[in-house]
């Protein structure tokens, strides 16, 4: 399939130029307004790239996060699974033709299979139009034999229609692929993609039947992602080198199912193979809380961010009123070749201007504690201990509370600026901060895990010889806050 789209500035650097927004067309007072709006918004931006005509001309971070960290993406993992797939289609290991129950055998499959099960192809499962009424990733749990599960539930409908966002059908993808491939999705695309792409540091979940969850799990830094969104821009090609096919490319980032039954207008424009179609002729990958790679084929532009907000159409609202104008007032100056790893005519606001910063809750010092340990029954938190001393700080111990967390680990927390420390119950470790104010009697703790949009408060009230905690996160799936009572 190909489709008539406009030319993009392809380049042969791994790390992409920097460049002044005036030198390629842009209006550098534009984009610190839509900065600006942005850090207004209250929608809790944490990085943002630009990239136009190849090179990069805004990015910015609000400390305490970084462009350099991995970020956890969310379901722009499915936009990865699906060059995962395209690149075994152009190997000849695969069709989109292909029947979805032809690549399992055993226990894995049904006694009986349905008409229906026996009907779905790959091109179902990439267009999220399986024929099941709702997302399977829910009825299959996050653990055990999730292959098995799909397999194995209702399809209630002939595969084709409806839409249905579907976060199960993107994992069977990436089974299908390590099925085909001998090797996890991950491995596979690491020579073929991730490497050619600087994207070294990627890691992704894996279930507990050895499979890439493919809809979710990818953790990317700002840097690589806007990489991909310029490869994406460039229809494959990056360092002369064609990784991914321009057929499937444009296959991908076309509407291939109607999902205008979504409720939100950039949910509405058609679905791809795992790339979501937006207004204004965009299309991207976007993932939970506020993860995009938003490309912009007309204005030879991609924009990426990391956040954490629940309203992810008022991102998007806000870079339809502010950054679009921005980009339709240029006067397409082609711009300069620049240099590489940040070497340009100018910094310009590629390097930032002014600090943007996410300050820890702000109140007075918290009350004296007696220095006393508190403990807690096994909990979803994870919470196990908490030691509240004398000068207003506080030692919190959690166990793993996670299938991807092993051991415990004390944590400190203490009025002022953000105390940066390493998590250590993940592999790899994260970078978290936290910091500690008062509230009355109330101790008041806050961590960020800043290679996610996570943040957790605690709010530590004395009751009589207790300490009741209610733990609350900024964002989340399902039930966001609990309540645990020390024993």
């Known amino acids: 399939m190909s489709l008539s789209v406009p030319t993009a500035s392809v380049l042969s650097v791994t790390n992409l130029p920097r460049s002044t927004p005036e030198a390629q067309g842009l209006s550098s007072a534009g984009l610190d307004g839509f900065v600006a709006t942005l850090d207004a918004s209250g929608q809790e931006i944490q990085t943002m790239m630009l990239v136009r ?16 960290d991995r ?11 699906s060059m995962g797939v395209g690149l075994a289609v152009e190997a000849g290991l695969l069709s989109v033709d292909d029947k979805v129950v032809s690549f399992f055998s055993g226990d894995d499959l049904p006694d009986k299979i349905s008409d229906n099960l026996a009907a779905m192809e790959v091109r179902h499962l990439l267009t999220m139009s399986t024929g099941h009424d709702v997302d399977t990733v829910d009825r299959l749990g996050r653990t055990g034999r999730m292959v098995q599960g799909f397999l194995r539930l209702d399809v209630e409908n002939a595969p084709g229609a409806p839409f249905v966002y579907n976060s199960g059908a993107t ?15 991950i491995d596979y695309l690491r020579p073929r993609l991730f490497e050619p792409l600087g994207a070294t540091e990627a890691i992704w979940e894996t279930s507990d039947e050895g499979i890439n969850m493919g809809g979710w799990g990818l953790s990317l830094n700002t840097h690589s992602l806007a990489n991909f969104g310029q490869l994406l821009l460039q229809r494959g090609v990056w360092n002369g080198e064609q990784l991914v096919p321009a057929e499937w490319i444009d296959a991908a980032t076309s509407a291939q199912v109607d999902n205008s039954v979504e409720p939100n207008p950039d949910w509405q424009q058609g679905y791809g193979y795992q790339f979501w179609r937006g207004r204004h002729n965009t299309y991207r990958g976007d993932g939970a809380f506020g993860q995009y790679c938003l490309v912009l084929p007309d204005h030879d532009t991609a924009l990426i961010i990391t956040s954490a907000t629940a309203d992810m159409q008022a991102t998007l609202d806000l870079v339809w009123e502010r950054l679009l104008p921005v980009l ?23 390097a930032g201007t002014g600090e943007l910063k996410l300050p820890p809750p702000a ?34 111990t959690f166990a793993a509370a996670r299938p991807w967390e092993t051991g415990s680990q004390e944590i400190a927390f203490a009025p002022g600026d953000w105390n940066e420390q390493t998590y250590t119950l993940t592999d790899p470790v994260q970078r978290i901060v936290t910091s500690a104010h008062g509230d009355g009697e109330t101790y008041v703790a806050t961590m960020r895990l800043l290679e996610t949009p996570f943040v957790v408060t ?4 004395p009751t009589g010889d207790r300490l009741t905690v209610d733990v609350s996160y900024n964002v989340g799936f399902g039930k966001s806050d609990h309540t645990v009572v020390s024993e």
């Open 53 to 68: 005509h190849g090179h990069v001309v805004l990015e910015r971070e609000w400390s305490p996060y970084r462009l350099s």
């Open 71 to 81: 970020h956890l993406l969310f379901s722009v993992s499915k936009s990865f699974t």
């Open 171 to 185: 994992y069977m993808l990436s089974a299908i692929v390590q099925k085909v491939t001998g090797e996890k999705l």
């Open 328 to 350: 339709e007032e240029s006067s397409g100056a082609a711009g300069s070749t620049g240099g590489v790893d940040g070497a340009s005519a100018g910094d310009g606001i590629a």
């Open 363 to 396: 109140g007075p010092p918290p009350a004296p504690g007696d220095g006393r340990t508190y403990t807690f029954p096994a909990n979803d938190t994870g919470l196990s201990a908490i030691r509240w001393d004398a000068d207003g700080s506080g030692t919190f």
């Open 458 to 461: 605690l709010r530590c009230r």
